[in-house]
């Protein structure tokens, strides 16, 4: 997997942490698969943490998904691209997220490791890539569709 030849920029979330997260995260979704974003980012505001690192341990220590019925939703690589930026690019969704406008999915990796970071809007129409993501190019990119 070829890393863009700049160096990260980010330290990444601690695994044991992320680890840590995820038992939290279980107790949230009462043996369900899926979790409500008011109810991690509650979590998050509880325990002094960004929102952020728990979406990203939602993808990366357990198997749930944040639940959404919005028909647009950003996937964010939240694996290595959390060393160029991906936290900031989801702390910077949970706002639109949170308010139903876009669904908010974490995944270990888009294969687009090269542009880190990455994500990408998938909607009725498709599939766009945004690599590398600015959350500048981000908005851009939901107020177009």
Known sequence: MPMPAQPPTHAEIDLGRVAAMGLEL????????????AAVVELADDRGRPASHYVAAIALATDLRIAST??????????????????????????RAAAGAIALRAVTCLDRCAHAPACELRGPAGTLVLAPVTTAALDEAIAAL
Not at 29 to 37: I, N
Not at 85 to 94: C, R, T, Y
């Open 26 to 37: 279980d107790e949230l979704a009462d043996g369900g698969d899926r979790v409500e974003l």
């Open 70 to 95: 919005a028909k647009l939703e950003l996937v964010v690589c939240a694996g290595n691209c959390q060393r160029y930026g991906a936290l900031d690019v989801i702390e910077h969704a949970i706002p």
